[in-house]
């Protein structure tokens, strides 16, 4: 099976970059066209322990 490995080197303290992977906000923000949005459980701020529902729609069709 072919793999691909992708490496970014970010200038930025690890701590940041961990919150902006785990910002509900941010991830609202990077899929706007796509209307995608956190509809159930954490739905602002960082992800910790909890649960995200998200919700697209995609060629018309609404996914949950």
């Known amino acids: 099976m072919p793999v691909i ?3 970014t080197l970010i200038d930025a303290d690890i ?3 961990f919150d902006l ?3 509900i906000d941010l991830h609202t ?3 706007k066209k796509t209307k995608e949005q956190a509809i159930a459980g954490v739905t602002t701020g960082l992800i ?3 649960i995200v529902q ?3 729609s995609l060629l018309g069709t609404t996914f949950k």
């Open 15 to 17: 701590n940041i970059c």
């Open 48 to 50: 910790g322990n909890g």
């Open 29 to 31: 923000i990077s899929t």
């Open 21 to 23: 992977a785990r910002s």
């Open 5 to 7: 490995e992708l490496t």
């Open 54 to 56: 998200h919700q697209q």
